[in-house]
C-alpha cells in the first residue's frame, strides 16, 4: 500500500516524538519515499538529525534554511509533493492551530498547503485530550476530512494512567495502510479474470491452441489487485508470472477445465471479466497414443465447448458479467449480439482492423459497449493502460 508513496512526516513538540524515529524507519520500510517536518519545540526531543538520517532526506523546520544567501524552503511544493501527511506525534497545541488554521510555522504551512489525506495521531496527557475544546478540535479536523488516528491507553510521561499515548509506531502503519486499502474503487469487491488461450489435445504430444499471449488479462488482474479487489486469475497455457501474491491463480489447460475453475468459483464472485480466448471446438476422439502419420489426409473431428459466458449468464445472480470480442468485420453488430446472447453487463470490442489491437502485441485498442447499446471509444493504449480503463469503467458505473 504504501510502496513509491510519498509522505511528509510532521513532528510536534511531544515526548512521544521519539517514535517517530520508528514511523520514519516503518514507512522506509514499507517503500515509501518519505520528508521530515519538524515543529521547533520537537527538537528538545529527538533531533533532525536523527529524522533526515532515516528518512534519507533532509529535515525542514524554518521557511529559510540560509538567511545570508536567502534560500527558503517552499512549503507549498512539499504540501504538493506529499500523497500522504502524516502528523505524529500532533501536541494539542498543534491540533489547536490546525483546526483554525493558524500558519506560525513551517509544519503549519506545509499542512495548509498539502491537497492530499492528512492522518494525526494526536499525544497528549490524558486530561489535555479529555479537554473540551481539544475534543472540539479533533471533531473540526475531521469534518476538514482529516483522519484521525486515537491515542491509546496507557502510562503516560506525567505518570497519570489514561487515554492520550501516542498509537503505536506499527499501528498507525497498519491503520494508514488499511484506510488506503479501503478507499480504492475495486475494494470489497470480488473479480474473477480469465486469460490466455486453451490447449485442446489431439493426443498426448499435440493440441489445438491460439495465439492469445494471456497479456491483457494479467494487465486485468494486476490493476484489479491494485485497485483494492480480491482477484482469483484462471490462466489457460501461458508463460506469465503471477502479477502479486495476492492475486489467487488457478492454472488449467483446456475449455473443460477453465469452465470448471470458473464455475466452481462463480457464486462468490461480484464481477466476472472473461479475457480469455477459450476454443470454441475441443476433439471429438482423443487418442491415448500419439496419432501415427499415415498415407493420405488426415481429419480430425470436433466437437463444441461449453461457451462459459453464456452458461454464466443463464446463472447469474447479481454478478457483473464482461465479455470480450475480437472481430475482423462487422465489428459493432457482433460485439452486441455477443453482449445480449451472453447477457453480459458490457462487452470489450477490439477489431483486428485497428493496428496494434488484438493478440501478441503489449497495446490495445477497445470500445466498450454496454446494455444500452452505449458506445464508447478509447485510444490505442498499452495493455495496462487499457485495463486501467476498463477497471475505472467497471468501478464508476456497476
Ligand atoms: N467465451 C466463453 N466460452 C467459450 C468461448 C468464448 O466464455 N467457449 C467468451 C470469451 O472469453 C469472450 C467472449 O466469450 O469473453 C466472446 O468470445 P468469442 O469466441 O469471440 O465469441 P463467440 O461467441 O465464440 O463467437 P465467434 O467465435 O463466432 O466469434
New binding site residues.
Given amino acids: 500500500m504504501l510502496k513509491g508513496k510519498k509522505v511528509v512526516v510532521a513532528v510536534t513538540g511531544s515526548i512521544a516524538a521519539y517514535k517517530s524515529a520508528l514511523i520514519v524507519r516503518q514507512l522506509i520500510k514499507a517503500g515509501a519515499e518519505v520528508k521530515v517536518v519538524m515543529t521547533a519545540s520537537s527538537h528538545d526531543f529527538i533531533t533532525p538529525l536523527t529524522l533526515s538520517t532515516l528518512s534519507k532526506n533532509p529535515v525542514f523546520s524554518e521557511f529559510t534554511s540560509s538567511k545570508e544567501s536567502g534560500t527558503w524552503n517552499n512549503h507549498v511544493d512539499l504540501g504538493l509533493w506529499a500523497d500522504i501527511m502524516l502528523v505524529a506525534p500532533t501536541t494539542a497545541n498543534s491540533l489547536s492551530k490546525m483546526a483554525s488554521g493558524e500558519s506560525d510555522n513551517f509544519m503549519m504551512a506545509v499542512y495548509l498547503s498539502a491537497k492530499c489525506p492528512v492522518y494525526i495521531a494526536p499525544a497528549m496527557d490524558l486530561d489535555m485530550y479529555k479537554h473540551p475544546s481539544t475534543k472540539e478540535n479533533i471533531e473540526k479536523l475531521v469534518s476538514f476530512g482529516n483522519v484521525i488516528i486515537y491515542p491509546g491507553s496507557g502510562e503516560l510521561a506525567s505518570g497519570l494512567e489514561g487515554e492520550g499515548r501516542l498509537a503505536e509506531p506499527e499501528d498507525i502503519i497498519e491503520f494508514i495502510e488499511r484506510d488506503i486499502k479501503s478507499k480504492q474503487p475495486l475494494f470489497g469487491k470480488k473479480v474473477l479474470i480469465?486469460a490466455g488461450p486453451t490447449h485442446e489435445a489431439l493426443d498426448p504430444v499435440r493440441y489445438i491452441g491460439n495465439r492469445s499471449t494471456g497479456k491483457m488479462g494479467f494487465a486485468l488482474a494486476q490493476i484489479a489487485s491494485e485497485m483494492g479487489a480480491e482477484v482469483t486469475l484462471v490462466a489457460g497455457p501461458v508463460s506469465l508470472k503471477t502479477p502479486n501474491s495476492s492475486v489467487n491463480r488457478i492454472d488449467v489447460i483446456s475449455?473443460k477445465d477453465m469452465f470448471e475453475a470458473v464455475t466452481n468459483e462463480f457464486s462468490n464472485q461480484d464481477v466476472v471479466i472473461?479475457?480469455?480466448?477459450?476454443?470454441?471446438y475441443t476433439t471429438l476422439n482423443y487418442s491415448d497414443s500419439k496419432i501415427k502419420k499415415k498415407e493420405g489426409d488426415l481429419s480430425i473431428s470436433l466437437k463444441r465447448?461449453?461457451?462459459?459466458?453464456?452458461h454464466l449468464g443463464e446463472n447469474k445472480t447479481n454478478q457483473t458479467l464482461v465479455?470480450?470480442?475480437?472481430?475482423t468485420n462487422n465489428e459493432l453488430e457482433?460485439a452486441k449480439g455477443?453482449m445480449e446472447?451472453?447477457k453480459l453487463d458490457f462487452i470489450i470490442l477490439n477489431s483486428l482492423n485497428d493496428k496494434g489491437a488484438g493478440f501478441a502485441g503489449d497495446t490495445n485498442k477497445i470500445s466498450i459497449i454496454d446494455a444500452n447499446n452505449k458506445v464508447t471509444q478509447f485510444e490505442l493504449k498499452s495493455k495496462f493502460e487499457v485495463a486501467a480503463d476498463i477497471l475505472n469503467y467497471l468501478s464508476q458505473n456497476h
Fill in positions: 480469465t475449455a472473461m479475457a480469455a480466448a477459450i476454443a470454441d465447448t461449453t461457451d462459459i459466458l453464456a465479455g470480450f470480442a475480437l472481430e457482433n455477443k446472447r451472453k
